[in-house]
T-cell receptor, first 110, second 114 residues
């Protein structure tokens, strides 16, 4: 069964510190992995997807198939990065079916 | 805002009552989804539809029903069989043409039980 695990419910860092939000998945095949973000009083929105291999707002994420991980990283956290982050996976016979992790709340302190 | 609207913003349900949450999109997307968001549990898939007149159950479909008569609309009915309906409900859509497409989310509807 597909599953997405985000082990940290809350992550607090100081401004300028590196940040890493962990995401592990279980899936037999080649999944599509995503990070979604929800800022305060805003809609849930896509941050990045692994297939694009791009950096958005300074965030990057590398798909590690050996470790089945897709951790989200940023070298220098900013206060505006404070938000709820969700890791998501799609795959299987139906790539339109998505599985979301339970989310990690990132709090960047001044 | 992604062209997805949900109404109402808040909805109150009485015991034994069915209520319907609206979701409309003008993005010409094929696929639409309903999720339930509970504190500490992330998003759980209720139903999804890849094309008009077709839909599939997600992981927590019991007590819910949907229809997809029009491409732009995917209403969710919370029936009296859903014993714990209090939650935040999110609707999303994606192009759905090749799979693994970006999902665009609505603002959500918060359902409360009186």
């Amino acid at each position: 069964a597909q599953r997405v695990t985000q082990p940290e419910k809350l992550l607090s860092v100081f401004k300028g510190a590196p940040v890493e939000l962990k995401c592990n998945y279980s899936y037999s095949g080649s999944p599509e992995l995503f990070w979604y973000v929800q800022y305060s009083r805003q809609r849930l929105q896509l941050l990045l997807r692994h297939i694009s291999r791009e950096s958005i707002k300074g965030f990057t994420a590398d798909l590690n198939k050996g470790e089945t991980s897709f951790h989200l990283k940023k070298p220098f956290a900013q206060e505006e990065d404070s938000a709820m982050y969700y890791c998501a996976l799609s795959g299987g016979y139906n790539f339109n079916k998505f599985y979301f992790g339970s989310g990690t709340k990132l709090n960047v302190k001044p | 805002d992604g062209g997805i609207t949900q109404s109402p913003k808040y909805l109150f349900r009485k015991e034994g009552q069915n209520v319907t949450l609206s979701c409309e999109q003008n993005l010409n997307h094929d696929a639409m989804y309903w999720y339930r968001q509970d504190p500490g549990q992330g998003l759980r898939l209720i139903y999804y539809s890849q094309i008009v007149n077709d839909f599939q159950k997600g992981d927590i479909a019991e007590g819910y029903s949907v229809s997809r008569e029009k491409k732009e609309s995917f209403p969710l009915t919370v029936t009296s069989a859903q014993k714990n309906p209090t939650a935040f409900y999110l609707c999303a859509s994606s192009r759905g043409s090749t799979g693994g497409e970006t999902q665009y989310f609505g603002p959500g509807t918060r359902l409360l039980v009186l």
